[in-house]
Structure formats: structure tokens, C-alpha cells
């Protein structure tokens, strides 16, 4: 971070302490929890009786975790930077102090990635505490999530500087909810015919859920070593595109 972003976190963070920090605590949990209970638990007693109840939401809860790092990290980047970027002209002010284009984009990429943090903390928090993590590696799970948040913030925050119109978010969705539907969150990579699997596995969703997968699980491989490496390529990349795409909307 650029020594004067930090100054966009601390704002972030008085917001967010005059309003109620609780909710992103809620909003990360309220929904991934659902899900874990409708079809990890649900559907998991269909497909070994009680005990692979346990066993199928286990391998899904580690998906749920990533997907809600995704879920929280995106919606942080895009709608309410998008609203000060385009319509409040707040960082046009900002540039006007000592403030660069660079401590905006790094500064909101942090907040995003902190505040997404706390949320899949707290889910991870809520299925360690049902039995669904089943190994001492899990420990990385959250440091594991920070980089997850940090390659979907950077990204959302990329994304927004190219959304012109603000219904235009919904499109992201067309992304993120089939992303989230196929990405190996409900079943393993293995049902797919062979010529797909490379598809699927370019998916940066699918490389999340393979790294947490393999440290709730305790099933490590070299796998998750790329998927790290994907993961920080991305979050670089992006952070890169963000900076570039602000300096060319605010530098005039």
C-alpha cells in the first residue's frame, strides 16, 4: 500500500463505525449459511445417509467460504465506488489534495479486502464450530481468504472503472452467479466431460474453492500452489488495470 492510501481505509473505517459493522458480518454469513444448510446438509443426507450429511457439506463449506471472500468483495468494489466515482465526483476532490490516483484505487482495493475478510472470517468461524473443517491446515484458511478478497477487490474495482451506467452492474451477475453455480461449488471437477474441465479450471472461483478445499480438508497438493500463484497474478493484474483505468477517468 502507498504510504497515504491509507488514508481512504481510515475513512472507510469511520463510516463504517458510524454505522453498523455488524451487518457485514451478517451479510457474509446470512447467505453462504443458507446454502450450507439447504444443500450441503440437505442434500446431503440423500447421498450417504446421516453421516454423509457431514462428509458432502464439509467438501461444500470450503466453496461457500470462497464464494462468499467473491460475493463480498465484488459488491464492496462496484456499487458504492462506482456511485462516488461517477456521481459524487468524490475522488475528483480528492486529487485535489495530495492524494494520487494510486492511493485512491490502492486504498479502496484494502477497504474491500478487509472488510471481506471479516465477513468469511465469520463464516469460517461458523463451520469450524459444525465440524466442517477437518484439518490443522485451516489455519490458512484466512490468509487464504485475505488473498482471495484481495484478487476479487482488485478485479471489482477494474470492473467498475469500465461500467458507465449503473444498472450495468447486473451484468457482472451473468459472470458471478454461473461462476458460483460451476465452479466445483456443489460437486468435484471430475463430472465434467474432459474437454470442459480446462474451462472450468480457468475459472478464478474454481481456484479459490481448490485452495480452500484442500486446507479444510487437509488435502493438499501442488494444485494449491497454483492456485496462489493465480490468485496474486490476477490481484496484481488487476490492481495494475484499476490504476491505469482510474488515472485516465480522473486526469484530465
Not at 128 to 139: C, E, N, P, Q, T
Request: proline share 5%; net charge positive.
Amino acid at each position: 500500500m502507498m504510504p497515504a492510501a491509507h488514508v481512504i481505509v481510515l475513512r472507510h473505517l469511520w463510516v463504517l463505525r458510524k454505522g453498523r459493522p455488524w451487518n457485514l458480518a451478517v451479510n457474509g454469513v446470512f447467505e453462504p449459511f443458507l446454502y450450507l444448510m439447504s444443500i450441503g446438509v440437505g442434500i446431503g443426507q440423500l447421498i450417504d445417509g446421516d453421516g454423509g450429511a457431514v462428509a458432502y457439506a464439509a467438501f461444500v463449506a470450503p466453496a461457500l467460504l470462497a464464494t462468499s471472500a467473491m460475493n463480498s468483495a465484488i459488491a464492496e468494489t462496484t456499487g458504492a465506488v462506482w456511485w462516488r466515482l461517477r456521481f459524487e465526483k468524490f475522488y475528483d476532490a480528492i486529487i485535489t489534495t495530495p492524494l494520487t490516483v494510486r492511493d485512491i484505487a490502492y486504498g479502496e482495493i484494502a477497504a474491500s479486502v478487509l472488510r471481506s475478510t471479516l465477513s468469511a472470517a465469520c463464516f469460517l468461524v461458523v463451520i469450524a464450530a459444525f465440524g466442517m473443517v477437518h484439518s490443522w491446515w485451516a489455519l490458512l484458511a484466512l490468509p487464504a481468504c485475505v488473498l482471495i478478497a484481495y484478487a476479487f477487490s482488485a478485479a471489482g474495482m477494474a470492473a467498475t472503472t469500465v461500467i458507465r451506467e449503473f444498472h450495468h452492474q447486473q451484468y457482472l451477475q451473468l459472470v458471478m452467479l454461473p461462476m458460483f453455480l460451476f465452479a466445483t461449488t456443489f460437486y468435484p471437477l471430475s463430472v465434467y466431460p474432459a474437454a470442459l474441465q480446462p474451462v472450468v479450471a480457468a475459472l478464478p472461483l474454481y481456484q479459490s474453492i481448490e485452495l480452500l478445499r484442500g486446507l479444510t480438508t487437509g488435502r493438499l497438493g501442488p494444485g494449491m500452489l497454483l492456485a496462489v500463484a493465480y490468485l496474486l497474478t490476477m490481484a496484481l493484474f488487476s490492481t495494475w488495470l484499476a490504476t491505469r483505468r482510474l488515472t485516465h477517468l480522473l486526469i484530465k
